[in-house]
């Protein structure tokens, strides 16, 4: 998709991978829609925007709340009248452990933010999304939504439920407008694991992708030509 102009919705744009992505499409013309919870990190990144000369909104939405989710939905939907776009990057992590010492919080957290808020977002903008000439959706899953690994029962059951997500949504819009991604990346640089409580000194992260060369992978994947598509991006560091 050309994606100059278009407007595309980026989940989890106040920080990391999703504020790269934001950065990256913005360069690229994009009218780039920045949702996440904290409203102060969101206004950083839409003046950062401003600066490359491109054009955002920002919209606080927990999306843990179903309520959240459909005022945001609606505020944009009041806006504009389709969206080319939406990028579900918004996650957190879950500190290693086995699952009887994980606290029913902590699995209730995970499961809503990665999964669930996931799912109600993707199946709000979906109208949105359908009336665009040409749309994508692209699902930023994780390498534990491929491989299971040890400790990260809550973590992969979310990630490796993006994963189901998107291949059946493959199936099902493939005679649609929207063409379906997912992107399935190991450790990347950002504040993710030490959000969860991990005490990670800064060698733990040598060796991690950086945020930038993934925004780089994403935004590839969502601006090939109509006649190809890539529908499952495996990324690693070397
Ligand atoms: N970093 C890695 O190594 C790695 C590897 C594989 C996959 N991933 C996945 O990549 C995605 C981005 O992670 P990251 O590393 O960039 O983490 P990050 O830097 O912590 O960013 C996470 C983003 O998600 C938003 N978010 C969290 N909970 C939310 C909620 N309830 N409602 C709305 N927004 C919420 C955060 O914003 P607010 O706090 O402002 O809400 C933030 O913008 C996640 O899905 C993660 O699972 C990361």
Redesign the pocket.
Known sequence: MNLKNKTIIV?????????EIALRLAKDGVNVLL????EK??KLVQSEIEKIGSKSSYYV????SLEDIKKTVEKISEKYKKIEGLIN?????QKKDNLENISDEEIINVLQ??LT?LVLLTKHVMPLLLLADEAILIN?????GYFADNGQSVYAAS?FGVRGFTEVLQKDLKETNIRVGGVY????N????E?AGEDWTKEKYNG?IP?HELAEVVVFMASRPKNVWLSEVRVESK
Request: aromatic content about 6%; overall charge positive; proline content about 0%.
């Open positions: 989940t989890g744009a106040s920080d990391g991978i999703g504020r949702l996440s919870r904290d990190n969101l939405c927990d999306l843990k990057n918004a996650g957190i992590w933010t990665n808020g930023i899953s994780s390498r534990s990630k990346q190991g450790g990347t950002t504040k993710l694991f959000k991690f945020t």
